[in-house]
Nanobody, 128 residues
Framework: QVQLVESGGGLVQAGGSLRLACAAS?????????MGWFRQAPGKEREFVAA????????NYADSVKDRFTISRDNAANTVYLQMNSLKLEDTAVYSC????????????????????WGQGTQVTVSS
């Protein structure tokens, strides 16, 4: 199993930017994991935000964040990032990263049940 810790959340005005980070630790090499970001707003179900393959070759985004958010990873630093630009009020949520061991270097996963390990989450609040 891998342990995940998110950071970088906070309060930002609409139109602003934030960069989330998710640091991984554990016995298995970080490069063996496909990674994803999910979010959950109050009173709503958890939803997929973005995913990245083991080798960063494939990324996938929810339509609601496409062209505004960018997922990336640094396998040497055991960290995955989520750069969030042009933030909107509806982006307010707790953001969590997730990891799943993947045999394929090019696989991405967009469903929560695909992921075995989750971080505690970091709050992102967008104000008007």
């Amino acid at each position: 199993q891998v342990q995940l810790v998110e950071s970088g959340g906070g309060l930002v005005q609409a139109g602003g930017s934030l960069r989330l980070a998710c640091a991984a630790s554990g016995r298995t090499s970080f490069s063996n994991y496909a990674m994803g970001w999910f979010r959950q707003a109050p009173g709503k179900e958890r939803e997929f935000v973005a995913a990245i393959s083991r080798n960063s070759g494939i990324t996938n985004y929810a339509d609601s964040v496409k062209d505004r958010f960018t997922i990336s990873r640094d396998n040497a630093a055991n960290t995955v990032y989520l750069q969030m630009n042009s933030l909107k009020l509806e982006d307010t949520a707790v953001y969590s990263c997730a990891a799943t061991a993947s045999a394929g270097r090019w696989n991405v996963f967009t469903r929560g049940y695909n992921y075995a390990s989750w971080g505690q989450g970091t709050q992102v609040t967008v104000s008007s």
